[in-house]
């Protein structure tokens, strides 16, 4: 059975950090395109960023590069997310996700929730003006 157990997020002023983090069973990630999305009621989930397997590229949506970072710990089966200098418009509940890829890069196609096999639960960031 695979599950991703999420943890991490609040409430913080802009400006602000945060990280959010997922641990995986049933499964090890270091095999697997792994990565965040996030969305609001009613809205399409967006992708965040998403890493590769083995030591492969990682990959960022245009609004959060240079202030977001992925990473993972291999021996924890662990993917995370810190957040920094956040803004109100990152208000949203996050979502980390992983898709099978045969250790290859996740490419072009990292930001198609459709594409992510496995789901975490949703876990809530609130940046205030």
């Known amino acids: 059975q695979v599950d991703l157990v999420p943890s991490g997020g609040g409430s913080v002023q802009a400006g602000g950090s945060l990280s959010v983090s997922c641990v995986a069973s049933g499964y090890a990630i270091d095999n697997y395109c792994v990565g965040w999305f996030r969305q609001s009621q009613g809205k399409e989930r967006e992708a965040v960023a998403a890493?590769?397997?083995?030591?492969?590229?990682?990959y960022y949506a245009d609004s959060v590069k240079g202030r977001f970072t992925i990473s993972k710990d291999v021996a924890k089966n662990k993917l995370s997310l810190q957040m920094n200098n956040l803004k109100p418009e990152d208000t949203d509940s996050y979502y980390c996700?992983?898709?099978?890829?045969?250790?290859?890069?996740?490419?072009?196609?990292?930001?198609?929730?459709?594409?992510?096999?496995?789901w975490g639960q949703g876990t809530q960031v609130t940046v205030s003006a």
């Open positions: 890493i590769s397997p083995g030591g492969g590229p990682t």
């Open positions: 996700g992983g898709v099978f890829t045969a250790n290859v890069a996740c490419g072009s196609g990292w930001s198609a929730s459709y594409k992510y096999h496995y």
